[in-house]
């Protein structure tokens, strides 16, 4: 995968990792109508979220769809019609999964630079046209979410997942975009409880980031305490391990999406797991990818802090 793709996200965002001890795993399976409401919540969450992010394109001048982004070689017109083709992939993977396989097939054979080659693609678009594009294709995944089945498997381009699942990883890509898009028209995003959901996402990617890059997966656990909006508190993994992260749930989710570099922030990190952890920390499948350089966004303020 390029560089703009791995640092645009990656069109597998959200698909499930590896398994294995991870800094605050998840918890043991849940009866089937915990699943549903899990699955009803993350949906009415990516609802929530999806209107932020319309917000700010809504208000985008015709100039401003061909802004760069922090994503090389990406505008925010790529940013949002790599959104809506993801969307729309995932729409196949609910009703249709032998469809879906079938198209899964033909992208992976073009590579890893297959989400730059689905940027071009569509680069003749107008910014209207990438706007309607986006909301309808998001509006029929989240009425998919809400009439499917909790138990279902659904292909993906690694390996199956659940619904729920899915809906966690387009919520955090449409985050992660989001905020490309926030910094390319220098907006500031005020942090929101849906952070809980690409935060627990990062977290559950640990194990995933070491195994992607062929090296071993640490055998010390991490603590992860992330102050939160609302005066929350988050925490995962054994409160008593020496190897911790702490800091904001905004600051956190940057890092672990690759929106920034964890030099660029106030994120407190101790011990040698956690240090190396915080350096390829990655929430979404793919190619491994070395995320932004330090420096790069040290001067940009960000709220939350």
């Known amino acids: 995968m390029s560089t703009t793709s791995q640092q645009a996200g990656g069109p ?4 499930p990792v590896a398994g294995g001890p991870v800094a605050g795993g998840p918890a043991a399976a849940k009866p089937d109508t915990t699943k ?5 919540t993350v949906a009415a969450d990516l609802a929530a979220e999806t209107d932020s992010l319309v917000t700010i394109l809504a208000e985008l001048g015709k100039a401003a769809w061909d802004a760069p982004t ?9 940013q949002v019609t790599h959104l809506a083709f993801f969307d729309d992939a995932t ?6 999964a ?3 396989v079938e198209q899964r097939a033909e992208l992976l054979a073009l590579g890893d630079g297959f989400p730059d080659v689905v940027a071009e693609r569509y680069r003749r678009l107008s910014g ?3 706007l309607a594009w986006f909301s309808r294709s998001r509006t029929a995944l989240l009425a998919a979410y809400r009439d499917t089945e909790p138990r279902a ?25 989001g905020q490309d898009v926030a910094d390319a028209t220098g907006q500031i995003r005020e942090p929101s409880r849906r952070l809980r959901h690409v935060a627990d996402l990062g977290v559950r990617t640990f194990a995933f980031c070491f195994r992607l890059r062929g090296q071993p997966v640490p055998a010390a656990p991490v603590w992860v305490e992330l102050d939160a909006p609302d005066d929350e508190h988050w925490t995962w993994g054994p409160a008593a391990a020496e190897d911790r992260i702490t800091g904001t749930a905004l600051e956190f989710c940057l890092v672990v999406t690759q929106r920034r570099n964890v030099a660029d922030t106030r994120l407190c990190v101790t011990g040698p797991a956690a240090t190396e952890w915080s350096t390829i920390a990655q929430a979404f499948a793919g190619a491994p990818t070395d995320g932004r350089p330090a420096g790069r966004f040290a001067a940009l303020p960000v709220a939350g802090r």
């Open 12 to 15: 597998v965002a959200g698909g």
């Open 36 to 40: 549903a409401a899990v699955l009803q």
């Open 70 to 78: 922090p994503a090389e070689g990406w505008t925010i017109r790529d």
């Open 91 to 96: 729409l196949l993977a609910v009703k249709d």
């Open 98 to 100: 032998a469809a879906f």
């Open 128 to 130: 209207e046209q990438c």
């Open 153 to 177: 498997r659904l292909p993906w381009y690694g390996p199956d997942m659940g619904p729920a699942s899915s809906a966690t990883g387009r919520l955090m890509e449409t985050w992660a975009h």
